[in-house]
């Protein structure tokens, strides 16, 4: 899509990010808190608005030393497969570089392995989860 601006620490409303990661994640709509979240424990996040319709998001958050993860990367599902995740991770790549960071981390489910790592440029790590307390919905 060529008509998608892209802006790190672009101005979003809960509602909206509420909204796509329901759309996203084909879960219910909460009423989550993202401008608390973000502000509290992110460097930053890149929102994808397509007119001025939010269609992409990823947070990323960080130690606030040389490591950077991916969390949440959520694109509208009627916006898929033209390039907007990849370019929400590249924007994000970008500025955590910019911020001095020297690691980006992403953690995704098995589907995803080919958009992270052909995609995106990722590289295979090992990695482990602890499940602290089932899923609720």
């Excluded at 620490?9 to 909204?19: C, I």
């Excluded at 796509?20 to 993202?34: E, K, N, S, V």
């Excluded at 960080?62 to 959520?74: K, P, R, S």
Aim: hydrophobic share 45%; aromatic share 12%.
């Amino acid at each position: 899509m060529t008509d998608v601006v892209y802006n790190w620490r672009g101005a979003f409303s809960n509602a909206e990010v509420n909204t796509l990661h329901a759309d996203a994640f084909a879960h219910r709509l909460f009423d989550d808190d993202w401008q608390t979240l973000v502000d509290a424990h992110s460097l930053g996040w890149v929102t994808a608005r397509r007119q001025d319709r939010l269609i992409g998001f990823v947070n990323v958050i960080w130690d606030g030393l040389t490591h950077a993860w991916l969390q949440d990367t959520i694109v509208a599902s009627d916006a898929r497969r033209h390039g907007v995740g990849a370019q929400l991770v590249k924007t994000a790549e970008e500025a955590a570089r910019a911020a001095g960071c020297e690691w980006l981390h992403v953690d995704f489910d098995d589907d995803l392995t080919s958009f992270y790592f052909d995609a995106c440029g990722f590289v295979p790590t090992n990695g482990g989860l602890i499940e602290l307390q089932a899923a609720t919905d």
